[in-house]
Structure formats: C-alpha cells, structure tokens
C-alpha cells in the first residue's frame, strides 16, 4: 500500500555509512500524519486519501477545517494534501483518523521529493537563465547584462508585432513547486520521525515537503527496489 508523507526540510548534514563513507544527506521530519478524509468514486468521482499534518491551534484555523478535522478525531491540521489511489478498495484501506508515519515507508529505498523552490524575487537573464551577457569591449553601451533585442523572435511562426511565446525574458525566479525523483532514502530515525535523503531538497530549511514512494526508477534502481 502506497502512501504520501508530509512533512518539513531540517537541513542538510553528512551521513557515514557502515563502509566509512561520507554521504552529504538532507534531513526530513515527516509524520505523523492523520486521514482526515477518504474519497472514493461513489461520493467523489475519484479514489484518493486526504492527509493532515502539523497540529495548530484552533484560532489559527478556521471553522470550517475545524470541524473538518474534528470528523477524523483530529487537531486543526496546518497542511492538507491528498494522493490518488487505484482503486475505491485500496481507499477503503485506509481508516478515518489513521496515523501515518515514517513506518509506512518501510521497505522503500527510493523516493520523490516535492517541495516549493526559494523565491528570488525579479530576476535579470544573466542570473535567471545563465546568459553570458554581452561583450565589454570598446564602444558596446554599458548595459552588459541586458538581455539584448527581442523583436527578431516575432510569433510562432517567426514574424509578427509580439514576441515569441516562452522567449526568455528577465522576471520572476523561483517560488515554484519542484519535484526531485528517484533520490535515495539513506537512513531512517523512527523514534524521531525523520528521514536521511541523499542530496539536496527543494525549499528552504523548515520549508513543507510532500514524501512519497518513487514514480519511475531507472534499472539499476528498480532492481535495487525489487530486490527489497
């Protein structure tokens, strides 16, 4: 049974595994998670989990998703997520108020990572899209890091009075949901609920993450999963 965890970035540390090798891991705090909501075809039209996390108080909350909550015998939950699921059985697994925690990962060696980038505000396309800028030599305009002409690109077609669409332009950067596939699970601290991840995650440090069991594995990897 697959299920999606939510939960927080720590930060970023070393982890020496058994060999001596010092593997530069990122540490999530996931869980303890309550259903808060099961959907099936009949009521909902799809078959998915709705998941809470990060208790709050009532006042930071609002009547509504109080009793929301309070259907599944839970606190005012600060996130809410679902996960779709294969079929109306498999939601019918779960039970309302049911606690998901890191346990349930067990046995997963691969995991996607959802998180929301660091926002950094208006952007030129030096820094935005890693633009070389133009050159500095004598007689250019003191512009160096203009993004240059914009009228050659024209429509779709290649003429026309606007820009092409998705031409790459100074703007807003960051601030977007980012996804990071198939990264290992090093360790897990069950007591803790955290989870030791290789590499870095999206977000800035005691950002919210949504953990879940691998989409796609490459073969290497699918037979490392495979073989438990």
């Not at 996607?112 to 007689?139: I, L, P, T």
């Not at 024209?154 to 820009?163: A, H, I, L, V, W």
């Amino acid at each position: 049974m697959a299920v999606e965890l939510l939960g927080r970035k720590i930060g970023m540390t070393r982890y020496f595994l058994e060999d001596g090798c010092n593997v530069p891991v990122t540490v999530l705090e996931v869980g303890p998670c309550y259903v808060t909501q099961i959907k099936t075809t009949e009521t909902d039209k799809y078959a998915a989990v709705q998941i809470g996390y990060d208790e709050i108080k009532p006042r930071r909350s609002t009547m509504q998703m109080i009793g929301h909550d309070a259907k599944a015998g839970a606190a005012p939950q600060r996130f809410h997520r679902e996960f779709h699921v294969g079929s109306d059985e498999e939601a019918k697994a779960f039970t309302l108020g049911q606690v998901l925690t890191v346990k349930d990962l067990e046995g997963v060696k691969f995991v996607d990572v959802v998180g929301r980038s660091k926002g950094k505000g208006f952007a030129g396309v030096v820094k935005r899209y890693h633009f070389a800028g133009q050159e500095a030599s004598h007689g250019v305009e003191r512009k160096h890091r203009s993004g240059g002409s914009i009228g050659g690109g024209g429509t779709n077609r290649g003429t026309g009075p606007k820009p092409k669409k998705g031409k790459r332009m100074a703007g807003h950067m960051g601030d977007e949901r980012v996804t990071v596939r198939s990264i290992d699970v090093v360790g897990v601290d069950e007591e803790r609920n955290l989870i030791f991840v290789k590499g870095p995650v999206p977000g800035p440090n005691r950002g919210f993450v949504t953990v879940r069991p691998a989409i796609r594995l490459y073969r290497r990897k699918a037979k490392l999963q495979a073989a438990g």
